[in-house]
């Protein structure tokens, strides 16, 4: 089945305390990016990767890292998570090119007390 | 202004009707334009493309793009409870690479 598995799913932590979100996708696609999605804001772009080891900030870069080392695999990375990032994560994943459809992930909903 | 605008609602239809959401955006040179549906807690599904002027139509589903008004609407035909959730506008701006998306209009089927 193509899909895109995102783990943990539920992760409640503390300030300053390092975590990372795996991100993994079965369909051999080049494109792979991270949002978060917030009430009246929307789903807003951290990074994206066009492929291995190329990656870019998004719309809100700051405070987050990402990888590529491997095609299927993109890793969100807290360094230092702090309260202003408890938010629902989406990974997603395509093809690249005009309307090539992003699959989603099932989101990470992440508290940081 | 935000890029991209969407009425947040809840916009109610009764069983059978026609729903119609709206979304604008700022980017005059926007070139590809997206709808999302996504479910409560779930993540989000696209469920029409579209790149040119005019309509374009898949099942109950028709978008329209109309670039010199700058909106891009969605219309779904015969609406069932089953279409009660919320739908993300996503345009892919000029020179850039990623989706900005709506706020989403949360969409209420009452049976």
């Known amino acids: 089945e193509a899909q895109v598995t995102q783990n943990p799913r539920y992760l409640i932590t503390v300030t300053g305390k390092k975590l990372t979100v795996t991100c993994s996708q079965n369909?051999?696609?080049?494109?792979m990016s991270w949002y978060r999605q917030d009430p009246g804001l929307g789903l807003r772009q951290i990074y994206y990767s066009m492929n291995v080891e190329v990656t870019d900030k998004g719309d809100v870069p700051e405070g987050y890292k990402v990888s590529r080392k491997e095609k299927r695999n993109f890793p969100l990375i807290l360094e230092s998570p702090s309260p202003n990032q408890t938010s629902l994560y989406f990974c997603a994943s395509s093809f690249p090119g005009q309307g090539r459809e992003q699959y989603f992930g099932p989101g990470t909903r992440l508290t940081v007390t | 202004q935000k890029e991209v605008e969407q009425n947040s609602g809840p916009l109610s239809v009764p069983e059978g009707a026609i729903a119609s959401l709206n979304c604008t955006y700022s980017?005059?040179?926007?070139?590809?334009f997206f709808w999302y549906r996504q479910y409560s807690g779930k993540s989000p599904e696209l469920i029409m493309s579209i790149y040119s002027n005019g309509d374009k139509e898949d099942g109950r589903f028709t978008a329209q793009l109309n670039k010199a008004s700058q909106y891009v609407s969605l219309l779904i035909r015969d609406s069932q409870p089953s279409d009660s959730a919320t739908y993300l506008c996503a345009v892919k701006g000029t020179g850039r690479r990623a989706l900005t998306f709506g706020s989403g209009t949360r969409l209420q089927v009452q049976p």
């Open positions: 369909m051999n696609h080049e494109y």
């Open positions: 980017d005059r040179g926007s070139q590809s």
